[in-house]
T-cell receptor, first 115, second 111 residues
C-alpha cells in the first residue's frame, strides 16, 4: 500500500520551456503533499507543502511564480516549473501523507534537465 | 529552529555486522519518528515508523526511541552490501504537522 506515482521520470527541454510534473497517490487519499528538490550529493530541500483545496505554503527562498503548485484533489498535486532555465535542472521529488503523524510516501522523482 | 541531527558518515561496516545509525532532535514535543533509506540517484523509501518509547523490530531492522533523551536510532542486523545507502531520520513536530529531515548518514557495507 501507500503508493505514490510521479510522472514524468525524466524531462529534457530547452531553456524557457514550462514543465509540469504530476504526483498521484494511487491507493490512499493524501491530505498533504510535499515537493522537494535535491541536487547531487546534497540533502533534500523542501520547496513547498500543499493541502488539498488550499494554496501551497512555500519555503523561504522558493519563488512562488516560478514553481506553481496545484493540489486540486486528494490524489493529485502538480508542480509547474515556469520558464525553466539551466539552473532549475535538478531532481524533483514529491511525497504524500495520509494524515497528521503519518509518514510521507515518496514518488520516484523527476530528473529535470534544462538545456 | 527545530533541528534533527545525524552523523554524516560515511559509516563503514563489514558484511554481516550490525550497523547502528543515530539521530537526535531538538523539539521535545515531537510526536512521530521515521527512518528512510535513499539509494544514490533514487527517492527516499520508508523503512520504519516509531511513535512510542522502546524498540520496534521489522525483519533485520530495529528502531529505538528514547523521548527523554531526544534520541532515535536504527539498527541493521546482518548488514548486506545492498544496505549501502543514505539513511534519513525524520521527525514531526508536536502537532504532527511539520516534518523535519536530518541530513542523512551514508552507510557503506563492505563485502
Amino acid at each position: 500500500g501507500a503508493v505514490v506515482s510521479q510522472h514524468p521520470s525524466w524531462v529534457i527541454c530547452k531553456s524557457g520551456t514550462s514543465v509540469k510534473i504530476e504526483c498521484r497517490s494511487l491507493d490512499f487519499q493524501a491530505t498533504t503533499m510535499f515537493w522537494y528538490r535535491q541536487f547531487p550529493k546534497q540533502s533534500l530541500m523542501l520547496m513547498a507543502t500543499s493541502n488539498e483545496g488550499s494554496k501551497a505554503t512555500y519555503e523561504q527562498g522558493v519563488e512562488k511564480d516560478k514553481f506553481l503548485i496545484n493540489h486540486a484533489s486528494l490524489t493529485l498535486s502538480t508542480l509547474t516549473v515556469t520558464s525553466a532555465h539551466p539552473e532549475d535542472s535538478s531532481f524533483y521529488i514529491c511525497s504524500a501523507r495520509y494524515s497528521l503523524n503519518q509518514p510521507q510516501h515518496f514518488g520516484d522523482g523527476t530528473r529535470l534537465s534544462i538545456l | 529552529q527545530k533541528e534533527v541531527e545525524q552523523n554524516s558518515g560515511p559509516l563503514s561496516v563489514p558484511e554481516g555486522a550490525i550497523a547502528s545509525l543515530n539521530c537526535t532532535y531538538s523539539d521535545r514535543g515531537s510526536q512521530s519518528f521515521f527512518w528512510y533509506r535513499q539509494y544514490s540517484g533514487k527517492s527516499p523509501e520508508l523503512i520504519m515508523s516509531i511513535y512510542s518509547n522502546g524498540d520496534k523490530e521489522d525483519g533485520r531492522f530495529t528502531a529505538q526511541l528514547n523521548k527523554a533523551s531526544q534520541y532515535v536510532s536504527l539498527l541493521i542486523r546482518d548488514s548486506q552490501p545492498s544496505d549501502s545507502a543514505t539513511y534519513l531520520c525524520a521527525v514531526t513536530d508536536n502537532y504532527g504537522q511539520n516534518f523535519v529531515f536530518g541530513p542523512g548518514t551514508r552507510l557503506s557495507v563492505l563485502p
